[in-house]
């Protein structure tokens, strides 16, 4: 008989969600298709979203959380996409505000899942090594990671009035030491899910995922994020989306 204590079992290994909220109407651009379903080179820009999740290698899984009536729409629409298949994707109903559609994303997950990503839907360009760079971030022990860009811009303080109305300046930040923030937002599970617990819905709710856990105390870290990641919210910003595009499929060839 064998007197060898028996092998420990392996850690499981670190799998690694997305939870994209598209559940928004995106009343900026202006009347009509919800802001993640307009067309950004002839193809709705979740569709885009959910691919630059899915380019990455680390990314197993990818939650859409979609407008409380139109879960089933979105299923179709992602099914008539072409994804890698190496990653499984999921459609659920979302909620009223930003923060409790991605709270039941998180529901969604699977208990293997233990690093999770919260990006908008309404950032479809941003670049895989971005990713990349959260996710690495957050599995060398970071709780919380956030994409960030130095502001080119100096910024004013003010005391906010009506349109049209001079707004006097309360005061200008240092600017070398402000950041603006982008997505994706990477976390570990179980910090992300105790601030979602710990944060109670005020309003619109948190529009911020890393400002939740800020709140419960948690570190937060800013890792380099791109300019091609920027927020499609206005008509300009579309027209820029489309350029950005059009010169990826000039150098890429697809």
Known sequence: MSSMSPTPAEPSPSRTAAVIPAAGRGVRLGPGTPKALRALGGTPMLIHAVRAMAASRAVSLVVVVAPPDG??????????????????????????????????????????????????????????????????AVRGGAPAVVPALPLADTVKEVEPG?????????????????????????????TLVRAHESVAVDGEGATDDAGMVERLGSPVVVVPGHEEAFKVTRPLDLVLAEAVLARRRANDGF
Not at 82 to 109: C, H, I, K, M, N
Not at 176 to 183: E, G, I, K, N, W
């Open 71 to 136: 879960a089933p729409e979105v299923k179709n629409l992602i099914d008539g996409h072409a994804l890698p298949e190496r990653t499984d994707y999921v459609v659920v109903p979302g909620g009223a505000t930003r923060q409790e559609s991605v709270s039941l994303g998180l529901d969604a997950l699977p208990d293997d899942i233990t690093v999770v990503l919260v990006h908008d839907a309404a950032r479809p360009l941003v670049p895989v090594d971005t990713v990349d760079a959260v996710i690495e």
């Open 162 to 190: 009506g349109p049209g109305v001079p707004e006097p300046v309360l005061s200008t930040p240092v600017r070398a030491r402000l950041r603006a923030v982008q997505t994706p937002q990477g976390f570990d599970r179980d």
